[in-house]
């Protein structure tokens, strides 16, 4: 009889969920409203703040409200450029320049943009993590969308009335510097709650894992596994439709 595997004890929840209380909340661009969409609205980056989780840093950008006499704080991802006391402007009519967001088709073909809308009024969904951009490629003004390469390197065709800040997004290179030692290791992985350090299957005793024991690190059957079938079974290759090495490249456009 084996004991519970640690892909059930994950699965649960519990002490197994990140520890979130840190994290400054969600980075999205402002409600877009008529005055974006019309012309354009000035806001003042208050401070640049580290998200626990995130690689990026965070501007606290403050606006004024649309209609009411008080001011409205936006959490936005840095750009790379921006600082504290930076005015930034947000619409239409805004020029192109470092942190500004604007339309997708106001901005020239060749421009670098990051936190990309996908949707027209979702705040921001691509290329938001350190480092990471986005490229105008061409607009389609027969269509009203604009084409752009993603960070993948794959090219897309999104409606050109989708929001972008202007530049690249802050914290970039941070995947460049080695950890250097198993603390820095466990502290990044524990920050997201990841299973850190992985310990192979095989390397595990055999009430562990399905995998484990044996005189040498050998599995000594097939890790195909039926979806059907129970959780502590699940392991391997679960619901495979092919097993092997894939070959032969996608290829981008």
């Known amino acids: 009889m084996g004991k519970c595997i640690l892909s059930q004890r994950r ?54 409200h649309p209609y009411k006499y008080k001011r409205v704080q936006a959490r936005m991802i840095a750009v790379e450029g921006m600082s504290t006391g930076q ?15 604007l339309p ?65 997004v802050a914290g970039g290179g941070r995947t460049e510097k080695p950890l250097l030692k198993a603390g820095a290791a466990h502290y990044a992985a524990k920050a997201k709650r990841k299973n850190w350090p992985n310990i192979r299957g095989v390397a595990r005793n055999p009430v562990e894992h399905p995998h484990g024991g044996g005189n040498h690190q050998h599995v000594g059957h097939p890790t195909t596994k039926s979806r059907m079938c129970p959780a502590g079974q699940k392991s391997g290759l679960v619901a495979a439709r092919r097993t092997g090495r894939h070959k032969g490249g996608r290829s981008n456009e």
């Not at 005015?87 to 192109?96: D, M, S």
């Not at 060749?110 to 350190?130: F, H, P, Q, W, Y």
Request: glycine share 12%; hydrophobic share 35%; proline share 4%.
């Open 87 to 101: 005015f930034v402007y947000c619409g239409k009519r805004a020029e192109l320049a470092i942190g500004n967001c």
């Open 11 to 64: 699965g649960a929840g519990s002490i197994f969920t990140a520890h979130t209380h840190k994290r400054k909340g969600a980075a999205k661009l402002r409600p877009l409203d008529f005055g974006e969409r019309r012309g354009f609205v000035k806001g003042t980056v208050q401070e640049i703040v580290h998200d626990s989780g995130r690689g990026a840093p965070l501007a606290l950008v403050q606006f004024r």
């Open 104 to 168: 997708l088709k106001m901005m020239p073909e060749g421009s670098i943009v990051c936190n990309v809308e996908l949707k027209t009024g979702d705040r921001g969904s691509m290329a938001r993590a350190s480092g990471e951009y986005c490229i105008v490629i061409s607009q389609l003004p027969e269509q009203e969308r604009t084409r752009i390469k993603l960070p993948s390197g794959e090219k897309k065709s999104i409606s050109w009335n989708c929001r972008a800040m202007v530049g690249i």
